[in-house]
Nanobody, 113 residues
Framework: QVQVVESGGGSVQAGGSLRLSCVAS????????MEWYRQAPGKQRELVST???????HYADSVKGRFTISRDNAKTTVYLQMNSVKPEDAAVYFC???????WGQGTQVTVSS
């Protein structure tokens, strides 16, 4: 069975930092772009960031300069480093394998004032 598992969510103060992790099955991870999505209550799921197998990255305008995506192929893990967190960043964050129906269970990020 293909596994995609996120971790690292929690409560963070506005302006603080949080690091999310996503571990995926090696056979899927190495050959595909990995993506982070987020979804707040009552809102559509939105793409936050992507990283290709070769390490090319893209970011939503709303997180540029604050979030950093990276991958460790040896650990089959993708990370999302969230800095200067804003209240608007509060959401459930999902790890997704690009182009495939494989999603993580989601990890909740709450931002306090």
């Amino acid at each position: 069975q293909v596994q995609v598992v996120e971790s690292g969510g929690g409560s963070v103060q506005a302006g603080g930092s949080l690091r999310l992790s996503c571990v995926a099955s090696e056979i899927i991870f190495r050959a595909n772009t990995m993506e982070w999505y987020r979804q707040a209550p009552g809102k559509q799921r939105e793409l936050v960031s992507t990283i290709s197998p070769g390490g090319s990255t893209h970011y939503a305008d709303s997180v540029k300069g604050r979030f950093t995506i990276s991958r460790d192929n040896a650990k089959t893990t993708v990370y999302l480093q969230m800095n200067s967190v804003k209240p608007e960043d509060a959401a459930v964050y999902f790890c997704h394998v690009g182009g495939l129906p494989y999603w993580g269970q989601g990890t909740q990020v709450t931002v306090s004032s």
